[in-house]
């Protein structure tokens, strides 16, 4: 990265373009309420008065063009119409579509002109369909907003005399991409438009498969050479970093802004190239929390590779997530996918597995709490004396009732139309279909939460109520009621003596086993949602590992007291895959062998094992090499993914006692990284006790 | 069958060897170095910590074949990894009958002995031929000093180095360097000069003090009493063992 990248990267990150931004909102609604438009109609509205409204800012020595300038999404409906075209529906999250993947190479390769005949040819074929039409109108009028802003933008930059950007942006997004920095400049206009528009979680797709051709090709022809195209890619980076504060998600970071690489082509050949080490690279050297990288790897990965991605682990960004092929393309074959379309899969926002251009998913409908349904289990199962069997059933049945209750939920689910959006994905505008009228894939996801501590509390009372017979049922009970006030010695038993996931401990591990093959039964069991779809069971827990200690109002479950883990009451939860908070393991070796047992065909919907590692290992290129051989380790032990963090204690108490000291320190929180400083305090601290392998 | 007593076994532990290793801490050491950063290793029973993250015992007793088949369940993950079991401490020569035993049930893993070289010879040969590689630490030549910082006479020591450097195994002298103690040119030039010709020495690995060797005292319940002065500079001098043709390095 030079200096140039450098001096951009302090820019951005001082927040001197937000000076540029405007105080106030447009407003869209009166225009659209004096036309009455419909729903489709008044996207396309706010999509080209957004446009329109964008002043165009060009620093200097830009050559990725466009920072956001408008402050906010306005609503285009009332509250009251809102709320009346709502009722009886169920919303999911802010309620425009979200953290789907779009086929980018849609774009690259047709252009917003391309594209636009597409829709034009269809409209022609469909014109007795007015639902078609108003579909294909709403498209086409985005698409024209988007080109007339592009438009803008070369026209400032000709008068800037910027001759050389001036030409890119005459020719893209309109057509289609020659060079890799028209590819970019496309990419970086229609992706920051989707927000514009209101929609969120929108996610960079495969990039190294997109991009790489046109990469390929400049270096070719010698139209760039490597450095140049790191520092192209560089900027392109920060740019995704200038408007993120303004993207909504639960914390600040958490923006969806994810990438993946590697992995395999649809014919099954190996898709790594030279451009997925330089976006491994050159994130590594903008160190910045955009964008999000995933890796997709196998058991027979090279550790070369892989040790470039340790380099970027080291950063302490939290990045990149590794999915494991061989075990992520089975699982996604076993729950209908096509195989060609299994291997062509992208990472969502956080974790789960979805495929781009094809899928109008809700990969997080929310999560089951384990820790609700083992707790449910056990006090009523051994209030009726019931052996540890019949508990297990209970536990199972707990989670089936749960599951239903998520799904029903969501059987009266209202997507918005997403006209811009359905620009991007496969068939909509050839069909005349809105992407929220579903597509190939329209398959719901849900987590089960809480699972180490869950599993755990089921090890404990194995052992020592029926194994062992050291422990009552009534006396447990009765210590769990009292959050175990005055039974700090049966606490420290059940929090030390019991066995534990995250040790290799079948004792602990089969029941971790048992809950997610629940989980897993529970969904097939439900069977076709309405959409069509099915429900995917997931590992991960999003931010459900605070809320479900915390009675936080976005949980179904109620808040779970003391558990019979050992834990106290409003104390988190293990979040994602990870030993129970505060539980002491071996180390990572132990740790990945127990999550490995996990049957990962059955479980589709991602969801990391989530390890820390002390920065100090990460000190020389032998002890990265090692690193390297742990995440390949990973993968040949049959781990579906893993979430690896750098990490140094002292650094981050320092962090909270002087913020002001540290506010560039980066730290992976759920499925994202964040700015350490910038969190609420529950997750600094959950990050702080999190389990933390102390190596020296 | 017999019995012994463990303080940690730790995974992933990148500066014990190889590859990928997970070592074991075995319990009681008969050396009192006053800088030595695990006071936890020193005892040989059981102990409790208390740290900021709550209690817990240190020691766990492990009959030989219940501590070979947990490691056993890693041998292959640690074999694909270029790496294996270390063997540390405390001192694992202090429990030679049952780290040999354990050796004995391991299946077909690379063995590394991290040892002070305090320890009767047939004990030190009987581990010494079961392991692979061997990490020998090497504190002070002097007598006297040694006797003084470590509590310990070093003629066993400097004997066990002797039979190390005729059996045959590659190993590697480990020198601890502590302010003003054992950083000196004098101990450093005698340590230089012992180690010069020693047949299967691979090199000399200079580990420079730590300054958070006193941590886990309080949390062990005991006192730290450095008789040195902790912030003075280390005096890195690898050109003495470099005159002497010995290859070092500086961790």
């Known amino acids: ?696 | 069958m017999t019995s012994g007593v463990v303080f940690d076994i730790k995974e992933f532990t990148i500066h014990d060897g190889p590859g990928i290793r997970t070592t074991v801490f075995m319990k009681g050491c008969p050396l009192s170095c006053t800088w030595c950063h695990n006071p936890e290793g020193q005892s040989r029973q059981p102990q409790v910590i208390r740290s900021l993250a709550g209690e817990r015992l240190a020691g766990q007793r492990f009959a030989a074949a219940e501590l070979a088949a947990l490691l056993n369940g890693q041998a292959d993950i640690l074999r694909l990894n270029e790496g294996g079991i270390t063997f540390s401490g405390g001192e694992p020569l202090l429990q030679a009958e049952f780290v040999a035993e354990v050796i004995d049930l391991l299946k077909g893993v690379h063995i590394l002995l991290d040892t002070s070289g305090y320890g009767n010879q047939l004990d030190f040969r009987s581990l010494v031929e079961r392991s692979d590689l061997i990490y020998f630490d090497l504190k002070l030549i002097d007598r006297e000093k040694h006797q003084h910082y470590t509590g310990c006479d070093n003629n066993m020591i400097l004997n066990n180095l002797k039979f190390l450097s005729v059996s045959g195994k590659p190993f590697v002298i480990r020198v601890p360097l502590v302010p003003g103690v054992t950083d000196t040119d004098e101990n450093l030039a005698a340590i230089a000069e012992t180690a010069a010709g020693l047949s299967g020495l691979l090199y000399v690995d200079l580990l420079p003090y730590n300054m958070a060797a006193g941590s886990k005292y309080e949390y062990a319940g005991m006192e730290f009493k450095p008789d040195y002065d902790e912030k003075r500079p280390l005096n890195v001098n690898t050109l003495l063992f470099e005159q002497y043709g010995v290859k070092v390095n500086v961790e």
């Not at chain 1, 999250?93 to 993947?101: A, V």
């Not at chain 1, 068939?427 to 996801?445: A, I, M, T």
């Not at chain 1, 109520?465 to 447990?476: K, R, T, Y």
């Not at chain 1, 959950?686 to 102390?694: G, Q």
């Open chain 1, 1 to 696: 990265m030079n200096q140039q990248m450098e001096s951009l990267k302090k820019r951005v990150r001082a927040g001197e373009h937000r000076s540029l931004r405007q105080t106030e909102p447009i407003q869209v609604l009166a225009e659209c309420e004096a036309e009455g438009l419909s729903w489709p109609r008044r996207v396309a509205r706010l999509i080209r008065r957004q446009c329109e409204a964008e002043q165009v800012v060009i620093g200097p020595e830009d050559r990725i063009a466009f920072t956001r300038t408008l402050p906010a999404v306005p609503p285009i409906y009332s509250p009251e119409d809102m709320a009346r075209l709502t009722a009886g529906r169920t919303m999911h999250e802010l309620g425009p579509i979200s953290n789907i993947c779009v086929d980018w190479s849609l774009l690259l390769k047709q252009g917003l002109l391309g594209r636009k005949q597409v829709a034009k040819a269809t409209r022609e074929r469909l014109a007795h369909d007015p639902q078609a039409v108003e579909f294909l109108d709403s498209a086409i009028e985005s698409m024209e907003a988007v080109m007339e802003l592009a438009a803008r933008y070369a026209r400032k930059a000709r008068a800037m005399g910027r001759d050389d950007l001036a030409g890119v942006l005459e020719r893209v997004p309109a057509e289609p991409a020659r060079t890799f920095h028209e590819a970019l400049q496309s990419l970086r206009f229609c992706h920051s438009v989707v927000w514009l528009g209101g929609n969120y979680h929108v996610g960079l797709g495969r990039f190294d498969q997109t991009m790489w051709p046109y990469l390929e090709a400049d270096l070719a022809a010698g139209r760039l050479t490597i450095e140049a195209a790191e520092n192209l890619l560089a900027e392109f980076f920060i740019s995704l970093n200038k408007d993120s504060d303004l993207y909504p998600g639960v914390q600040q970071g958490d923006n969806g802004q994810t990438l993946t690489l590697g992995g395999v082509t649809p014919d099954g050949d190996p898709a790594v190239n030279e451009l997925t080490r330089m976006v491994l690279r050159v994130a590594r050297d903008v160190a910045m929390i955009d964008p999000k990288i995933n890796l997709r790897i196998s058991a027979q990965t090279d550790l070369d590779l892989l040790s470039v991605a340790t380099e970027l682990t080291r950063m302490g960004l939290g990045f990149p997530q590794y999915s494991n092929d061989d075990v992520v393309i089975p699982a996604l074959v076993a729950h209908g996918y096509d195989l060609e379309d299994a291997r062509d899969y992208v990472v969502a926002a956080c974790w789960e597995f979805i495929i781009p251009g094809r899928g109008m998913e809700v990969v997080n409908i929310g999560a089951v709490s384990f820790p609700a349904a083992v707790d449910n289990a056990l006090r009523d199962g051994l209030a009726e004396g019931e052996d540890f069997d019949c508990i297990l059933d209970r536990v199972h049945g707990q989670v089936r009732e749960q599951v239903n209750r998520l799904a029903d939920a969501y059987s009266h689910l209202l997507l918005p139309p997403a006209p811009y959006y359905s620009v991007f994905m496969r068939g909509c505008l050839e069909q005349g279909r809105d992407v929220c009228e579903g597509l190939k894939y329209n398959n719901f996801g849900i987590h089960g939460a809480g699972s180490a501590n869950a599993a755990d509390a089921l090890a404990a009372v194995r052992e020592f109520i029926f194994e062992e017979h050291s422990l009552a049922p009534d006396d447990l009970l009765s210590a769990m009621d009292k959050n175990f006030s005055g039974r700090e010695a049966l606490r420290t038993k059940l929090e030390e003596q019991g066995p534990k996931v995250g040790n290799n401990d079948p004792k602990a591990d089969t029941l971790l086993v048992t809950l997610f093959a629940d989980l897993a039964e529970a969904c097939e069991a439900y069977g076709r949602t309405p959409r069509g779809g099915i429900l995917r069971p997931g590992t991960g827990s999003a931010m459900y590992y605070i809320w479900l200690a915390s009675n936080h109002a976005g949980m179904r479950e109620p808040e779970v007291g003391a558990t019979a883990d050992g834990r106290l009451k409003g104390q988190p939860f293990s979040a994602n895959l990870a030993p129970s908070p505060g539980v002491r393991v071996r180390g990572p070796i132990s740790t990945l062998q127990s999550f490995a047992k996990i049957d990962y065909r059955a479980i589709c919907n991602g969801g990391p094992i989530t390890m820390e590692l002390s920065d100090s290992v990460f000190k020389n290129p032998e002890s990265i090499r090692k690193t390297a051989m742990l995440v390949r380790t990973f993968a040949q032990l049959g781990c579906q993914q893993l979430q690896l963090n750098s990490l140094c204690v002292a650094t981050l108490l320092d962090a909270k006692a002087h913020p002001e000291n540290h506010k560039n320190l980066i730290v992976r929180v759920w499925g994202w990284s964040g700015y350490f400083c910038e969190l609420a305090p529950e997750y600094q601290d959950h990050i702080i006790a999190r389990h933390l392998y102390e190596i020296d």
